[in-house]
């Protein structure tokens, strides 16, 4: 008999989780605006709304908080830092960033102008508001397949060459800053990228002049399929294929959060050193001093063991099969998603889970919620609120597709939790008959209005 799979580590401590009634949960959300980001995390069971800065540091990690230097200036814990940069990902210049979004902050501050394009496959949230917040445009060139939930294809996160050679052909390369590669490509349901793509969009950058940076949050998961699904990668270690990814790239941005596994930090790496010396100047009055951005020592000392840890192969395997074990009990249900199941989520397809809810009442948003009343899970809705509107129109944007992404947390949920998540799905959509409607918006934000949003039933009413 062949031996079941089973994680790469054991527990060592543990965080006691609270159970809820249903009419509980009808109450809290209600109170909570209809919005699972006003929830306060007691009232959640089983949390999936991200996997960014809710991993499960490892006693290696824990132990380098310890040894930490505050130093303002030249701390060792920058060095440690930069450190790992360098073997890991081959960058020699970096600036430390509070998370992600302050690693775009820095860059976007430097080289975006008004009327910029930034091509990329599918932006995530933040990097399209900073582009946007610019007055620059975030164009989408994804490859057509990544909308068809169902289609099943080893790389649905690329970019279309032939698209984005248009783009660069169009438009001249001063109004590009830059190319945006997000690996893994997140809001197309943490789909990777693979090498030929990755090299090929290099090359059509280098052929235009135009800088190519990487969006890098989920760089180890995107070298793991990469591993097990390229040709000719299989008997490379991730770190092998990691430097081999990032030797196409001029830029980085990572949120430290997803792939280095730690709970704050983040960074913008170079190959430039005059971009570096471009950008230190928004870091300063963001972020802080060059040798600590946004981070304290210890958070950078953690980091660093983080992004060791994260790109070695048994960690990636435990996570990515735990992911693929939510697809399969999905698959038993017939609870339909984007197909495969991507790195660090299953994005649900809310519209064929509530066929009944109009496309104007937030289908995903609508899935959001129920799933919360039946059992306590939040996941967060990848849909029309999170489109935003459009900038120049102010009109709802719908995309075509409507998603419930359950991000699980590094090494932090059991299967157990996976078995939950998969059945109350499955009641959902058993009662789906019953779920005809769906939200309208109280009140929102002009960008990036789904983290503050407040919600209404549509059928109260106006609508
Ligand atoms: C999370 C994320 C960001 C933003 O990072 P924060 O740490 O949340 O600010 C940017 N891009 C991608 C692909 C991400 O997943």
Redesign the pocket.
Known sequence: MNLPFAESYRIKMIEPLRKSTREERERWIKEAKYNLFNLKSDRIFIDLLTD??TGAMSEKQWSELMLGDESYAGARSYYKMKEAIKNILGFEYFLPAH????A?NILYSTIIKEGDILPGNSH?D??KGHIEFRKAVALDCTIDEAADTQLEIPFKGNIDANKLEEVLKKYPKEQIPAVVL?ITN?TAGGQPVSMENIKEVYQLCQKFGVPLQF?A??LAENAYFIKIREKGYENKTIKEIVKEMFSYCDIM?M????DAIVNMG?FVAFKDENLWKRCQMYCIINEGFLTYGGMSGRDMNALAQGLDEGTEFDHLETRINQVAYLGAKLDEYKVPYQRPAGGHAIFVDAKKMLPNVPKEEFVAQTLGIELYIEAGIRGVEIGALLADRDPITRENRFPSLELLRLAIPRRTYTNNHIDVVAAALKNVLDRNNTITRGYVIKSEFPIMRHFTIELEKAELGNQ
């Open positions: 960014s800065g998370q992600g979004r302050a775009e995530f933040t990097t997000t997140n969006d949050a989920r941005t949120s430290a959060k997803k983040g």
